[in-house]
């Protein structure tokens, strides 16, 4: 979409490294983001190409393997994998910024040194276990234990929903080391190989089929001292801080989505004809499109202004649950119009608005709901 | 070793090419404009032979002011040290002859010992500069180079000639090496190099401080117009035997191709 409302943000390190993202999602995703997503996964070879081209990981520190770069770098990444076709993809290659947040901010730097280098390399898959079959949003309510044992902890319990969960080699997993609701919870790294760790089952999803996503059970999982992140009971604070980051880009993948929805309803509309016209020449779609196109604007307006706070160090909780909360319902009206103006064709699994309305389905679930999000703003009301 | 590189920035291959209005060449406002296609292959190759035999590589744009911010992304930040942007008046206006004037005087003043260019530019495809620049030096030149190597102050290339045939060129430096489509797999600028690439070292410079007083074009250029759209294809029906028959009557009697 064409529009030059977003300048600021951007400067010549952005332009080109979006080139350089657009030209990974053209390469190496759009030639196989149909056959990924009905296959229900992508080659586990795509993190280390994505890593050797510099996109999986750009704003994480260069002394660990990243790019360097600002969160704009990041939401330029973001934005133009999605391009690829594929939001599996993009989730999937993205779950290391779910997973490895609490081991930057929270871990020694030998922590640091041991588990970041080979997923920012793209040689392991590392994911992030929080949400189990028994609570989600509530996170106070984990119930997966750690209980010490001389020099390791024994970890038991069960999680679910986890993305990259079903490929991952490590898993930052919040376990409860005390009863206390909040001060009780503690971050760990599990690694895939430790006895007792197994994979339940692979989830069949709504959307998102290229990526996997996993249940995971823990049966007294020996898990060292040294893999502890943290203080005991230093979980829940590491973990509200993570969050910022995730939805953010959660609130990216929702204008990006829409953006690629949008382009593929002008190209549809510019040369589909009806009643002997294209279909665009009817002031029904045209003003569709015309809505479509100011609700991306104003999705990428507010994500791009809360990202700024960010970038800045200022707090941005309010800002980003609002972005997120706006990114995913604009996800979900410009995808629902662009399967509309596809018309029958918009319903059939070959085309490509079918899989990004299926796809945007996740954006007011994931990362925290949608309600979630609403009593987040509504505390900045002092309501 | 001290290697050279000539880059051309033009529109990306994937633009769709807009004839100025008065028919004087291409007109490339609001193109996405990058390092040419071929000229890619010759950065990287640059970049290669200083990873395999030690030294420095100079990038020399004629072009634009402008144009700082593609040399920097698409020859800085891949691993070239250092660029040379001619981009006065002269420079801008200069034809093949004079840009290929520009280029050896920016190269002879760098002492490079080595140049690689690419077959040819995105834009006007003239394949002109990378000869005369080879003639103005008095060095040797490869063209459509699919590989190479160095050893010691010698070079062997291999030229792809018409219908697959391959030469083998060896010679000794100083030379200037044409990069050809398959020479290499350029590689992607890695987001630390992109932000590193803004303080290299990039020299602004015009014909005056060649010495160059006259490099105006000794041709001009005019009446470009678009390819002819291109006529409505025809669907010839009918079973595989009669439809043949069609096609070679067709081509014979209405194309007049066989």
């Known amino acids: 979409m064409k529009t030059a409302l977003f300048d600021g943000y951007f400067d010549d390190s952005h332009d080109a490294f979006r080139d350089v993202c657009r030209r990974f999602a053209r390469e190496q995703i759009a030639p196989h983001a149909t056959e990924w997503e009905e296959a229900g996964a992508f080659p586990r070879e795509l993190y280390a190409l994505a890593a050797k081209a510099g996109v999986l990981a750009p704003n994480w520190p260069e002394a660990y393997g990243g790019g360097g770069g600002d969160v704009f770098h990041g939401i330029v990444a ?29 871990g020694t730097d030998a922590q640091r040194q041991r588990f970041m280098p080979p997923v920012l390399a793209g040689e392991q ?5 929080i949400t189990e079959p028994g609570t989600g949003s509530d996170v106070a309510g984990v119930r997966t234990r750690a209980v010490r044992d001389g020099d390791d902890y024994l970890i038991s319990g069960a999680k679910t929903f986890i993305t990259s969960g079903v490929r991952a080699d490590l898993l930052t997993v919040l376990a409860r080391t005390s009863d206390d609701p909040h001060q009780g919870l503690t971050f760990f790294v599990v690694e895939r190989d430790m006895p007792g760790f197994s994979v339940s089952r692979a989830l069949k ?10 249940e995971l059970a823990f049966d007294e999982v020996r898990v060292p001292v040294a893999n502890r ?54 002031q029904a779609i045209r003003h569709k499109l015309a809505d479509m196109a100011t609700q991306i604007n104003s999705s990428k307006a507010l ?72 009593e987040i703003i509504a505390k900045g009301l002092g309501v | ?25 291409v007109d490339t406002k609001g193109e996405k404009l990058v390092v040419g296609d071929y000229d890619e292959y010759a950065v990287e190759e640059a970049i290669r032979t200083k990873e395999a035999h030690k030294g420095a590589v100079t990038a020399f744009t004629v072009g634009a002011t402008s144009d700082e911010k593609l040399v920097r992304s698409g020859a800085l930040a891949l691993g070239v040290d250092k660029a040379v942007l001619i981009s006065d008046d002269a420079a801008v206006n200069a034809g093949p002859l004079g840009t290929a004037k520009l280029l050896a005087a920016a190269i ?51 030229r792809a000639m018409d219908a697959g045939v391959l030469q083998i060129v060896s010679g000794s430096l100083p030379v200037v090496i044409t990069c050809e489509d398959g020479l290499n797999d350029p590689r992607y600028p890695k987001l630390p190099d992109i932000m590193k690439a803004k303080r290299k070292p990039l020299s602004k410079i015009g014909a005056g401080d060649l010495g160059l007083a006259d490099v105006a074009a000794t041709s001009s250029e005019s009446n470009f117009a678009p390819p002819p759209p291109r006529p409505a294809s025809r669907i010839i029906e009918g079973d595989a035997a009669s439809a043949a028959q069609e096609l070679v009557r067709l081509l014979r009697e209405e194309a007049k191709v066989i």
Request: proline share 3%; charged share 20%.
């Open chain 1, 78 to 106: 973001g934005e133009e994998l999605q391009r690829g076709g594929s939001t599996g993809t993009v989730v999937g290659l993205g779950s290391l910024g779910i997973a490895l947040p609490p081991i930057l901010n929270l």
């Open chain 1, 125 to 129: 898959i590392a994911a992030l276990a």
């Open chain 1, 205 to 214: 999803k709504t959307g998102w089929w290229a990526s996997d996503t996993a």
């Open chain 1, 229 to 282: 992140i943290g203080p005991e009971g230093s979980g829940f604070l590491a973990l509200m801080q993570n969050f910022e980051a995730e939805r953010l880009m959660l609130a990216v993948n929702g204008h990006a989505l829409a953006e690629c929805a949008f382009d593929e309803a002008l190209a549809y509309a510019k040369q589909r004809e009806a009643f002997g016209r294209t279909i665009s020449r009817f």
């Open chain 1, 303 to 374: 994500t791009y202004a809360s990202a700024a706070r960010m970038q800045a160090g200022k707090p941005a909780m309010i800002e980003v649950a609002q972005a997120k909360n706006h990114a995913a319902a604009v996800a979900r009206d410009v995808c629902w119009e662009a399967v509309q103006i596809f018309g029958g064709m918009g319903y059939m699994r070959e085309s490509p608005v079918e899989r990004l309305a299926r796809d945007a389905r996740l954006l007011p679930i994931g990362g925290g709901t949608n309600e979630i999000m609403r």
């Open chain 2, 1 to 25: 070793m001290n290697i050279g590189v000539c880059a051309k920035i033009s529109p990306h291959a994937d633009a769709r090419i807009k004839i100025k209005s008065d028919g004087s060449g």
């Open chain 2, 108 to 158: 002879k003043e760098a002492g490079c010992e080595i140049v690689f260019t690419g077959k040819a530019a995105t834009d006007d495809g003239n394949s002109q500069v990378s000869a005369m620049i080879a003639e103005l030096l008095g060095w040797a030149q490869v063209s459509q180079v699919t590989k190479f190597a160095i050893e010691g102050t010698s070079f062997t290339a291999t």
